[in-house]
């Protein structure tokens, strides 16, 4: 740290050029964590009046004395060699988080954001031994982790931490996941990428605000890179079935080599596949007879030359509304089919570049980047969480849900309104009738102004049928097309497949399941299937904001408890109590039945054909980070090697479980 200060103050002028481009209340936040001046923050504090970046209106000559004045405390440390407070105490991180982002942080959620923002050295998200593991059986403990992406290489990391064997498996010929196989233009992620981003791997270099697919595969392939990860990755590889087998306690995976088929074994199965990895392709009519080019966006055909040509596009969620702006400036026509309206939110940061003068402070200013980390937390996650719930009294209940859900209606509406230029044809395309977060909310990528181009045609008619060269509505309107695009989504609810997944007695993950209706404990773990362990499963999807790496890390740190549980106890098994499964789930469905995802009038990929929730989280992600924080052995049945059976053990807290899990 030391070493930072010195190397920041060494060029004044390059110093007060940065300081003069970087955000203010990360800023003030590195001032009062250097010196302890809280009268400079309770001056700046009433100017800020959100977590964004853009929600300030501190006067320049007030943001100046702040510059001069950390100018001044990093010059007094590099001058007396002083090592900086590794962290305020609790109390003063309240009131200065608080004041960062222009409300009440509640005080619940101080051990979280101390861990998220890593002060020290130490990571705290890191499973450590209990025991002495030079003791233990460590190296005859065999992991099998099932994708590359996001989650898998933070398996990986946390894995090889440990010291336990793994390997993982990806069907694709380079990692990254979902960030991999989608590169279709105009793709990025819509949460920002300070945020973003593991925990244990902070990136002060990002480009964007908002990131591009390309920086972002970069940052994982890095990631995977800078841990040495690459030896235990097999590429090209991948997972077709799964079957444990209850007298050795093992799972046999066989495997789809370029070579022909392989089973291994295993004594643990991470799937790290996500939700959004198989393409959904609606069941439209005449669709095979269509002559011309036809691709889905997550498998997109860059051979495909788009220039003045007529292209169909069906589906206007997340993958749509980032492609059409990027395409219609080059295409003859654009065509746009809608199904049901999405609402889309601006942020002025999502299209912004981020200035040299903050790169620089996020790289040499100690501090700034676990500050800027916690804006966008908070800017991007649980601030608006109760405005999803419903209210019983709310008069208005079929367009929102209560006063907050409304008010955050007509703010996106007169957004709209404005885009569009009061074009009410438009408007009455565009406005969903349903509450606001009903379906995932997207990011506006100039898509209203996309809509105004001559070249750009919505329609909000229903598709009857493809024919050779055109798509035609049920109106009898042919529109015809040289291209067709679907961006029709993923089979979000068909979780794990098309992997063929058998556990105890010979029940297999569909049989469970169906095909679309997953449920897991904690949305990891499923009664029957023992030592499988599953990321981003049932009900971890984050719509409400944050972001989906922090979920990640919740379950890794939770899964290898679970494996260390079983290492250090001698365990061959552990299998998560079916009452305590049940118990879980029950809780989540009495959640979101509240929530705005349930609403009757939503038809989406967070629900299955019964209108149950399945996907979505109904947590804040405080609530997820307190349930998954510890393992709990006692919710789990463990077995003993050769034995086949469980151990009965101590009867599952069930009662004391429950109590920990109603939270929020």
């Given at each position: 740290m030391r070493d930072m200060i010195e190397a920041a103050v060494r060029d004044e002028a390059a110093l007060r050029a940065a300081l003069a481009e970087a955000e203010i209340a990360p800023l003030l936040m590195v001032l009062v964590q250097l010196t302890g001046d809280l009268d400079i923050l309770d001056e700046v504090a009433p100017h800020i009046h959100g977590a964004w970046s853009f929600l300030e209106s501190v006067p320049e000559e007030l943001k100046q004395e702040v510059r001069d004045r950390l100018i001044a405390a990093l010059q007094d440390y590099a001058a007396t060699g002083r090592e900086p407070p590794p962290r305020p105490p609790a109390e003063l991180l309240q009131r200065m988080m608080s004041a960062g982002v222009g409300q009440m942080v509640p005080e619940e959620y101080i051990p979280l954001l101390i861990e998220e923002m890593r002060f020290g050295e130490e990571d705290s998200r890191a499973v450590r031994w209990q025991r002495d593991p030079a003791k233990l059986p460590i190296a005859d403990f065999r992991v099998v982790v099932v994708g590359a992406g996001f989650a898998g290489i933070c398996a990986a990391v946390r894995l090889k931490e440990m010291g336990i064997p793994f390997t993982v498996f990806d069907k694709n010929d380079n990692i990254g996941g979902t960030w991999w196989e989608n590169r279709y233009p105009g793709c990025a992620v819509d949460t920002p990428n300070h945020f973003y981003s593991y925990s244990f791997n902070t990136n002060p270099s990002w480009k964007r605000h908002f990131s591009r697919r390309d920086e972002i595969l970069a940052y994982i392939e890095d990631t995977a890179d800078k841990y040495g990860l690459r030896e235990h990755i097999w590429l090209g590889v991948e997972v077709m079935r799964a079957e444990f087998d209850e007298k050795d306690s093992l799972w046999r995976v066989t495997l789809r080599r370029p070579?022909?088929?392989?089973?291994?074994?295993?004594?643990?199965?991470?799937?790290?596949?996500?939700?959004?990895?198989?393409?959904?392709?609606?069941?439209?009519?005449?669709?095979?007879?269509?002559?011309?080019?036809?691709?889905?966006?997550?498998?997109?055909?860059?051979?495909?030359?788009?220039?003045?040509?007529?292209?169909?596009?069906?589906?206007?969620?997340?993958?749509?509304?980032?492609?059409?702006?990027?395409?219609?400036?080059?295409?003859?026509?654009?065509?746009?089919?809608?199904?049901?309206?999405?609402?889309?939110?601006?942020?002025?940061?999502?299209?912004?570049?981020?200035?040299?003068?903050?790169?620089?402070?996020?790289?040499?200013?100690?501090?700034?980047?676990?500050?800027?980390?916690?804006?966008?937390?908070?800017?991007?996650?649980?601030?608006?969480?109760?405005?999803?719930?419903?209210?019983?009294?709310?008069?208005?209940?079929?367009?929102?849900?209560?006063?907050?859900?409304?008010?955050?209606?007509?703010?996106?509406?007169?957004?709209?309104?404005?885009?569009?230029?009061?074009?009410?044809?438009?408007l009455a395309k565009v406005i969903p009738s349903y509450p606001p977060y009903g379906k995932r909310m997207l990011r506006d990528n100039y898509w209203y102004r996309m809509l105004k181009r001559p070249n750009v045609e919505l329609v909000i008619g229903r598709i009857s049928h493809v024919t050779e060269d055109a798509i035609v509505t049920e109106d009898g309107t042919a529109h015809p097309a040289d291209i067709i695009i679907l961006a029709t989504g993923f089979q979000a609810s068909k979780m794990l497949w098309p992997m063929e997944i058998k556990g105890r007695n010979g029940r297999t993950i569909r049989d469970t399941w169906g095909d679309d209706n997953p449920r897991a404990y904690l949305g990891v773990t499923v009664?029957?299937?023992?030592?499988?362990?599953?990321?981003?499963?049932?009900?971890?999807?984050?719509?409400?904001?944050?972001?989906?790496?922090?979920?990640?890390?919740?379950?890794?740190?939770?899964?290898?408890?679970?494996?260390?549980?079983?290492?250090?106890?001698?365990?061959?098994?552990?299998?998560?109590?079916?009452?305590?499964?049940?118990?879980?789930?029950?809780?989540?469905?009495?959640?979101?039945r509240n929530m705005v995802w349930a609403h009757p009038g939503v038809t989406s990929w967070y629900k299955n054909r019964h209108n149950r929730v399945t996907v979505t989280s109904p947590w804040r992600l405080l609530d997820y980070w307190k349930l998954t924080r510890h393992f709990v052995p006692e919710e789990y049945r463990a077995g003993r090697p050769g034995r086949g059976a469980v151990i009965p053990g101590q009867q599952a807290a069930t009662v004391p479980s429950m109590e920990r899990l109603t939270v929020g």
């Open positions: 070579e022909g088929f392989e089973t291994i074994e295993a004594n643990a199965v991470i799937t790290a596949v996500g939700q959004l990895n198989r393409p959904a392709v609606l069941p439209i009519a005449g669709l095979d007879r269509f002559r011309g080019p036809m691709f889905h966006t997550a498998e997109w055909d860059s051979s495909v030359e788009l220039k003045d040509k007529r292209v169909a596009m069906i589906g206007t969620g997340a993958s749509g509304m980032q492609a059409g702006p990027s395409i219609a400036p080059e295409v003859a026509q654009l065509t746009v089919f809608q199904r049901t309206p999405h609402w889309a939110m601006n942020n002025p940061n999502y299209h912004k570049e981020v200035n040299p003068g903050t790169i620089w402070t996020l790289q040499h200013i100690p501090f700034y980047a676990q500050w800027m980390r916690f804006q966008l937390f908070w800017a991007s996650s649980d601030g608006f969480h109760a405005s999803l719930q419903v209210d019983q009294d709310w008069p208005m209940p079929d367009c929102s849900l209560n006063e907050a859900n409304h008010k955050m209606r007509e703010l996106i509406v007169d957004y709209v309104r404005k885009e569009l230029d009061d074009d009410k044809e438009l009664p029957g299937f023992p030592n499988l362990f599953v990321t981003y499963g049932p009900n971890t999807n984050l719509a409400h904001g944050g972001s989906i790496i922090f979920h990640t890390e919740c379950q890794i740190r939770y899964i290898l408890q679970a494996l260390r549980e079983m290492i250090e106890q001698g365990y061959a098994s552990l299998d998560v109590r079916p009452e305590v499964h049940d118990g879980y789930n029950k809780l989540v469905d009495e959640k979101c």
